[in-house]
Every structure is written in C-alpha cells, then in structure tokens.
C-alpha cells in the first residue's frame, strides 16, 4: 500500500487548500482513507475519518463546516478540501489507511495500518 500526500503550502488565515491523497494498493471494501494531522508539540489526531457502521464521515469538531472529505475512484484518489483555514489548523496533514472503523470518532493513530508521508500546512494570521 501506498499513499502519497499532496497539496499543502502557506496559506493566509480565511484562505482555501485541498489536500490530496493518491493511493494505490488498498482496498476500500473493508477499511478507508482517513486524513490525520500533528500540530507542533502536540500529538497527532484524526482530522476526518469514513465512519464505522453507516460509513458517514466524521469530521472532528474544529474543523466542521469547513472540512470536506471526497473521494474520486476513478483517480484512486481522496482529497480534504479546507476552507476558512486559521493559524490553529497548522500542521503536517497525513492520509492514513486502516481497517478498522469507529462509530462517530477516528479511530486511534496506533490503530491506522499506512500512513503517506505528510504534507505541511501553514497558516498566517
């Protein structure tokens, strides 16, 4: 399994960026694609993650109503849309795959099976 994450940059506090995750080797029949991040000196957490049971996505609660999770098949692809980005949303960003899901929570880093290597997110205020 591969992923390799892309898309991340200085950004101006209010400013937009879609992070994307090319992926290969994994199939999504019994897990997901998950976006994690780490702050500085700080641990790293789930960010937006395919939901166990019905698969709703989850978005953890800094970040609703400005995150959006998408997927495109057929460029074996998931991306993160951000808009209305703050100083508090910087961090390395991580796509991550894992077969194991939680109902209305990501599941736990330890838990998650591929990471991609990260790309940085910055934003100025």
């Known amino acids: 399994v591969q992923l390799q994450a892309s898309g991340g940059g200085l950004v101006q506090a209010g400013g937009s960026l879609r992070l994307s995750c090319v992926h290969s080797?994994?199939?999504?029949?019994?897990?997901?694609i998950d976006w994690f991040r780490q702050a500085p000196g700080k641990k790293r957490v789930g960010v937006s993650c395919?939901?166990?049971?019905?698969?709703?996505?989850y978005y953890v609660d800094s970040v609703k109503g400005r995150f959006t999770l998408s997927r495109d098949s057929a460029k074996n692809t998931v991306y993160l849309q951000m808009t209305s980005l703050k100083p508090e949303d910087t961090a390395v960003y991580y796509c991550?795959?894992?077969?194991?899901?939680?109902?209305?929570?990501?599941?736990?880093?330890?838990?998650?099976?591929?990471w991609g290597a990260g790309t940085q997110v910055t934003v100025s205020s």
């Open positions: 395919i939901g166990g049971g019905d698969g709703d996505i």
């Open positions: 080797g994994f199939s999504f029949r019994d897990g997901a």
């Open positions: 991550t795959a894992g077969w194991r899901r939680v109902v209305g929570a990501c599941p736990r880093p330890d838990d998650m099976n591929y």
